[in-house]
């Protein structure tokens, strides 16, 4: 992390306030020059009763990355 141009942290929405402000200190305080960005992860469906299920059940997301 030391030497990257931009820090992302992801998932933002998805963490306690406090600990993602504690994260993005440390980023910080490792590297002071980069830029530090937040984003949250939300996924989106068009089709929610394409994949109804019960209450409870588990989804796995698969992202890909780009380059």
């Given at each position: 992390?030391?030497?990257?141009?931009?820090?992302l942290?992801?998932?933002?929405?998805?963490a306690p306030?406090?600990?993602?402000w504690?994260?993005?200190?440390?980023?910080?305080?490792?590297?002071p020059?980069?830029?530090?960005l937040?984003?949250a992860?939300r996924?989106?469906?068009p089709?929610?009763?394409a994949v109804?299920?019960p209450?409870?059940?588990?989804?796995?997301?698969?992202?890909?990355?780009?380059?």
């Open positions: 992390m030391r030497s990257a141009d931009i820090v942290v992801a998932k933002a929405n998805a306030e406090a600990d993602v504690r994260v993005m200190a440390a980023a910080r305080q490792l590297d020059v980069a830029a530090l937040r984003t992860s996924v989106t469906l089709d929610a009763e109804a299920r209450a409870g059940a588990r989804l796995i997301c698969i992202m890909a990355a780009t380059r």
